[in-house]
């Protein structure tokens, strides 16, 4: 069952490592089915050499598994939380990536300080607070899902944010598809390594309130003019 998604998934893995986001088996992509019963992910820590789509599980939103000989990604609890809470989000990506992870680490969010940044997120990429201890000691998984649906919460557009850094941990991007999810981890690596030396250059750089707008509404909404008709 739902083939298609796992072919889309288990490419979208690869992709992470084609990327250099992802070394030995950090991280992890998912997505669910356009019901919303049913989420494919790719199974805990086996190798990228050789995965292929036979090897992506089957959970329903309980985090049964349905279809596949492997255990899921034991982030899965975060994974399902994501899609319980937040309808909005049809595919997940979580990576260690360097420039990312550096600033989840440092728990600061990444300010918007260039077009770059904001061709794809509409103000600061979010740094979620950090896991208390008993978060830490029980479900540890699913409440790392929680702190992050709590700032999703607080933003008007989901689709405005398409990642987050978890403070001390790293970030979870989304998307549409799978390979667009992968493809904001990209983006959100990119701006991220960007900001950093963008502050060490200029500590109390900023970017016009006008040229944030300008540049994410040019591509995003309805009055989005960017590429081709
Ligand atoms: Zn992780």
């Keep these: 069952m739902l083939d298609e998604l796992k072919e889309l998934v288990c490419q979208a893995n690869l992709e992470l490592v084609r990327q250099g986001l992802v070394i030995y088996t950090w ?26 789509p036979q090897d992506m599980v089957i959970v329903n939103l309980d985090g049964e598994v349905v279809e596949g000989e492997l255990l899921p990604s034991s982030d899965l609890p ?12 049809h595919s997940i990506a979580h990576t260690h990536s360097r420039w990312a992870t550096s600033w989840a680490q440092a728990a600061r969010s990444i300010p918007a300080l260039g077009t770059t940044h ?3 997120f509409y103000g600061d990429v979010p740094c979620s607070r950090a896991l208390t201890s008993d978060e830490i000691n029980k ?12 700032v999703l919460h607080k933003q008007e557009d989901v689709n405005a944010v398409p990642g987050i850094l978890v403070a001390n941990h790293g970030p979870f991007t989304w998307g549409i598809t799978p390979s667009e999810a992968v493809y904001h981890s990209v983006v959100l690596e ?9 502050l060490v250059l200029n500590p109390t750089a900023k970017l016009n309130q006008d ?6 509404h040019r591509k995003h909404g309805k009055s989005a003019y960017y590429g081709q008709k």
């Excluded at 790719?42 to 050499?49: E, Q």
């Excluded at 975060?78 to 989000?89: A, D, G, S, V």
């Excluded at 479900?139 to 709590?150: D, P, Q, R, S, W």
Aim: glycine letters at 6%; charged letters at 20%.
């Design 139 to 150: 479900n540890y998984e699913l409440n790392t899902g929680k702190v992050i649906a709590e």
């Design 190 to 198: 990119t701006i991220a390594e960007m900001a950093y030396h963008t």
């Design 27 to 52: 991280g992890n992509v998912s997505a669910i089915d356009t019901k919303r019963q049913y989420v494919v992910i790719k199974p805990s820590g086996v190798s990228y050499t050789g995965m292929s």
């Design 118 to 120: 904001a061709d794809y």
């Design 78 to 89: 975060t994974h399902l939380e994501l899609y319980r809470q937040c309808p909005n989000i």
């Design 211 to 216: 040229l944030l707008d300008k540049h994410y």
